[in-house]
């Protein structure tokens, strides 16, 4: 299990007062749910779904949903944002993470 970034919970916290937030990751789902649970984040998030980041994305883009900002750790992260047209974020470092809340967004 990957650590958790110390300012995850504020900054989870911060962006569910304005947006519903998504949490998609490769590992699959069950796992995926587990650990939000685990760290006690699932709390601040809308809808969690393990798989294939892409055709998650693409799902919700077909369902009416308007993606506002991709926030991701990978370069794989960045080629699907950018594949999609969504604006990235990188936050591969806490310190990332934690500015997010302060972007005009």
Known sequence: MRPEFLSARR???????RYDVVVVNGMPENEL????LRRGLAQ????AQGGDEG???????AEGRQIALLVGDTPHDAVIAVSRGIPFYPAGRDEALARLPC???
């Open 11 to 17: 900054v989870l916290r911060v962006l569910q007062k």
């Open 33 to 36: 749910v587990e650990d939000l």
């Open 44 to 47: 601040h998030v809308t809808y």
């Open 55 to 61: 055709v998650v994305l693409d799902r919700l883009r």
């Open 103 to 105: 972007l005009p967004l």
